[in-house]
């Protein structure tokens, strides 16, 4: 599979909008058993937030799981492939559920990176200067802990998909069969520098963490922090087909939420 070369600098692909998406996204969720709420950001864009309970069984303890994109509004197909699982209710029946598809919807439709200040919102977890990180942890501080968290997200430069975990407690990783899932569907990166990381070729990097050494807190370091000891961070490669970069992430995440084996 070729590259498109499209990407010079930065993402220059195919682009989405974002009211379209989360009307879309919204009409979806409230036709099944979903709740949908808007927090409300302040900024004339709102999140999105669906929350779906599990089917309850005597004796079930179900796993609460977490899943988010667009925080980066230059990286569509995270949003397009949470789209794509809940048109085709591939979520687990089995789970409680919270979703947060665009996390930068004013980004989203701008085609960028940042919020519309200027605010990379993946950097802005610990000092909470926008809108949007602020109404997002407002209503996580009011929830449960969860068992995963699975953030999805798009690399302008990669030559193939690959992912960040972060489970500093050793619980049972899907990520090697994620990758295994996605190289059906997608390259995999096989560098063994990403993104200024050092990687083994696997296409998974599991970063040394101490979010107290690194001021400018991702997502993934609240939730550690706060909410979720287990984080996937995907990245597919954004100078591949749009619908190829949506079949990865949707193939990751359904591997992802697989029951672990132990
Ligand atoms: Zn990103």
């Given at each position: ?142 929830c449960p802990a969860f068992d995963l968290a699975i953030m999805l997200h798009e690399d302008w430069e990669a030559a193939g998909f690959y992912l960040y ?98």
């Amino acid at each position: 599979m070729q590259r498109l070369g499209l990407n010079q600098g930065s993402y220059l692909g195919e682009r989405i909008h974002a009211s379209a998406f989360l009307n879309a996204f919204h009409q979806l969720a409230k036709a099944g058993r979903w709740t949908v709420e808007s927090l409300l950001t302040g900024t004339g864009y709102s999140l999105c937030m669906a929350h779906r309970p599990a089917r309850r069984q005597a004796g079930m303890n179900p796993r609460r799981l977490y899943l988010s994109s667009g925080i980066h509004g230059d990286e569509p197909a995270g949003p397009l492939a949470l789209l794509d699982l809940l048109r085709s209710d591939l979520f687990p029946e089995d789970a409680d559920l919270w979703i947060f598809p665009c996390l930068n919807p004013a980004g989203l439709e701008a085609g960028t990176r940042t919020n519309p200040t200027g605010i990379d919102l993946n950097r802005d977890y610990n000092h909470r200067q926008s809108a949007e990180v602020r109404a997002h942890l407002n209503y996580l501080e009011n929830c449960p802990a969860f068992d995963l968290a699975i953030m999805l997200h798009e690399d302008w430069e990669a030559a193939g998909f690959y992912l960040y975990e972060l489970n500093p407690d050793g619980h049972p990783s899907p990520a090697s069969a994620i990758v295994e899932a996605v190289s059906h569907v997608c390259p995999i990166e096989t560098a063994t520098l990403i993104d200024g990381r050092p990687c083994d070729g696997s296409g998974v990097i599991r970063p040394a963490t101490d979010p107290l050494a690194r001021p400018d807190w991702p997502e993934a370091f609240w939730l550690l922090q706060n909410r979720c000891r287990q984080s996937l961070t995907l990245e597919a490669p954004s100078d591949f087909p749009l619908a190829t970069r949506v079949a990865a992430l949707s193939a990751a995440v359904l591997c992802a939420l697989q029951k672990p084996n132990s």
